[in-house]
């Protein structure tokens, strides 16, 4: 508490003979049990265990790790192509999708997730068109369709695509997917493929003029709250959210601020670097959110390109900093939470109690 003590004098500009008076009267205002700049501390969660090393030796690079209530575990495996099932004792695990162009399997994975009715959807890209297969609990196949074909800026991490169906949201019976090609901030679709309904304005960027990269800075991860609505968490440039009703009204936005991410946003470019694919030169983007997921409460969990997870309440206020450990320090690739409350990571496939 000292440390924040600290902070929030700093942060007010005060006459040296109020400074007194002024400390005076937070030191009342705690001992009645108000919080003073609770947020500002880090937390470290340290892991309460995970998959065994023997099982996550056979991923090549897990991008997903899920669990369906009161069952077993899914692990995405991107660069093996593939989707692993490990039973709830964690004692081993099967391989349920093999790479392949055909339907049934995949091939160039971006996105993955799980319903809780135990079926999962897998987003893939064979021979470039954009594809989505919803699998049931066993791995066959339910439903498939392809998406019009589309040539997206895209947003990534090292080798890993964060947004377009790489941002795809599973319900159970509808998806979600980013979509601000279309003016749109995201998308949702029937199982069938049927686009539904189109949710969001995009927001101001200041590069109207620039159309890619207007679109790349307005791509995001749309997230179902359990306890109502959408949040759309923006991947790049200026860190910021929105939360959305469940009939697609914008209730609040929110930017995302803290003392670990000054230096990130003071240098963000104001020209970005292109590179050509196919016909077209595109913006290289890098993220400013590697990860985010909504727990059980409505509360907001984003993971930064700063090595820190930012916690948001259900009115958007910013509860709480996290850093997570697991034999060394864990930046989050991909969080999801289980019904009863444990986080699941990507990298190592760890478990947290948050």
């Known amino acids: 508490m ?4 600290r902070r929030l004098l700093r942060s007010v500009r005060l006459q040296p003979d109020h400074a007194g008076a002024f400390v005076l009267f937070l030191l009342a205002a705690m001992s009645a049990g108000a919080r003073v700049d609770a947020a500002l501390a880090v937390e470290t969660l340290r892991s309460i265990g995970g998959l065994p090393p023997h ?3 056979l991923f090549e690079a897990p991008l997903g ?5 009161d069952g077993p575990y899914y692990v995405f495996d991107r660069r093996g192509h593939s989707v692993y099932t490990v039973d709830a004792g964690k004692t081993s695990a099967r391989k349920l999708i093999e790479i392949g162009h055909e339907q049934g399997r995949v091939i160039e994975p971006r996105g993955f997730d799980t319903s809780p009715t135990g079926s999962f959807v897998v987003a893939d890209a064979p021979n470039g068109v954009e594809r989505i297969q919803i699998f049931g609990a066993a791995g066959l196949l339910q439903w498939g369709f392809r998406l019009p074909a589309r040539l997206n800026p895209t947003v990534t991490v090292g080798a890993i695509v964060l947004n377009g169906l790489a941002s795809i949201q599973y319900s159970g ?4 997917l980013s979509h601000p090609e279309s003016g749109a901030l995201f998308t949702e679709y029937s199982t069938s493929g049927r686009a539904l309904r189109s949710i969001g304005r995009l927001r101001d960027t200041g590069f109207e003029q620039d159309r890619d990269l207007h679109v790349a800075l307005n791509s995001g991860l749309p997230l179902v709250d359990p ?8 991947l790049a440039g200026r860190p910021m959210f929105h939360k959305y009703a469940a009939d697609g009204r914008l209730l609040f936005e929110r930017h995302i601020q803290g003392v670990e991410l000054d230096a990130f946003v003071s240098a963000l470019p104001t020209r970005w670097p292109r590179r050509r694919i196919e016909d ?4 290289f983007v890098q993220p400013t959110v590697r990860a985010a997921a909504v727990d059980g409460r409505g ?5 930064l390109s700063v090595p820190y997870t930012y916690v948001f309440d259900r009115q958007g206020d910013k509860v709480r900093t996290v850093q997570f450990n697991a034999a060394g320090a864990v930046s989050p690739t991909s969080l999801f939470f289980t019904r009863d409350g444990r986080l699941l990571v990507t990298p190592g496939c760890f478990e947290f109690r948050p």
């Open 173 to 176: 019976e509808n998806l979600l």
């Open 55 to 57: 099982i996550v030796g």
């Open 280 to 283: 077209r030169e595109l913006p």
């Open 2 to 5: 000292r440390l924040g003590l």
């Open 65 to 69: 790790f899920q669990q369906v209530p």
């Open 227 to 234: 306890t109502g609505g959408f949040y759309y968490v923006f």
């Open 299 to 303: 509360q907001l969990w984003v993971s």
